[in-house]
Every structure is written in C-alpha cells, then in structure tokens.
C-alpha cells in the first residue's frame, strides 16, 4: 500500500527480492582479503549504504566466489543437475504444504511469526543460539521469526520431523553470513551418498 498526496494505491506484492552486491569498490574483498586494496574505512563506507533495515528483510545471504578460469571453460563441473535439486525442492515444499494442510498457507513463508512459534516450535532448546543472539542485539525480534522460518525450510529439505539446534544454526549463518561452524549443506535423511 503506497500512500502519496495524490492519493493511496494498493499494488499486489508477493515477490521474491535478490539482491547481489560487491564486497568493496573494487569487488575483489574476499574474508581472506586478496587482491583487493580498497582501505577497510571505505569498505565499511561502501557496505553501509545497504541499509539495516533492508538487509533485516534478507534471509539469506551469501558470499559468492570468483569463476576460476577452468569453472568457466566447463571443466570440473560436478555440482547437481538443476533436475536433481528441482526434486528436493518439490519434496520440502510438500512436507511444508502437508504440515500446513488446512490452514490456507502453503509455505514457510506465508506463516505469520507468533503462529510459527506457537504452533510450530523448533525441538526444545534449539533456538537458544539464536534467542541470546536477540538478547546480545545481534538478532532483532523479526529476524528471529525470519530465522525460525528458514530453519523450518531446512528441515523440510533434510526430512526432519522440526527443526533441530544444527537446522537453526544453518538458518543464523545464512541469515549473518558468519559461520557458526556448520556445513553449508543439507544432507536429506535416508538418500545414499
Ligand atoms: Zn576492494
């Protein structure tokens, strides 16, 4: 709902918002900070033009690496056919809509916050990272539904029943784009390999 002078405009507004951004004026600050001479004072600069409240709405950040001249020629490319992780996908949002069965919502997404935690509570203790991260100041309230939220989709993906302490630690990382020290990836319960 956008209200102006002129008058108010009410726009449908379910969409899908990604954001892709350089690291520094550059573009070549890494964590390891090679290649890149751009002074940390005009990164910080540089990065603060994203505003916290714009990036509280980002659930999932992620820090993209440079093509090596080999990934680019086509060689090495082992990842997974955009078959295989359609597939998964399919079957987390199945579990999310059969669990949501009755309600009118289909995904995570669309559970409102205080829903989700009253009806869907992650396993006991599992949020405990993430409620101190609240406390620290770290977290704001919204962010920890959003967290909760992603955590929900991780199970899904990986077959969990809820969300355990590791499914949340992976939502937090994501969320941040600090480690906490777990693998950035989903292995499903009961798939081979
Ligand atoms: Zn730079």
């Not at 009118?104 to 991260?133: F, I, K, M, Q, Y």
Request: with cysteine; hydrophobic share 40%; glycine share 10%.
């Amino acid at each position: 709902m956008i209200a102006r002078s002129a008058g108010v405009v009410r726009l449908p507004a379910k969409f899908l918002m990604v954001l892709a951004a350089n690291p520094c004026p550059c573009g070549r600050h890494t964590l390891l900070g090679d290649g890149c001479e751009c002074p940390s004072s005009v990164i910080r600069r540089y990065q603060a033009r994203l505003s916290g409240p714009l990036l509280d709405r980002v659930d999932l950040k992620v820090e993209v690496e440079a093509v090596t001249r080999s990934e680019l020629a086509g060689y090495g490319t082992r990842g997974e056919s955009t078959r295989t992780v359609a597939d998964r996908v399919r079957a987390a949002r199945e579990r999310a809509a059969a669990r949501l069965s009755g309600t009118g919502w289909r995904t995570n997404s669309e559970v409102p916050g205080h829903t989700l935690r009253t009806r869907w509570p992650a396993a006991p203790g599992a949020l405990d990272a993430a409620e101190l991260d609240l406390e620290r100041g770290f977290l704001t309230a919204r962010g920890l539904d959003r967290v909760l939220r992603v955590a929900w989709t991780v199970a899904d993906l990986a077959g969990h029943d809820r969300p355990s302490a590791q499914d949340v630690a992976l939502a937090l990382q994501l969320r941040t784009g600090i480690s906490r020290g777990v693998p950035m990836v989903i292995e499903p319960i009961g798939v081979p390999g």
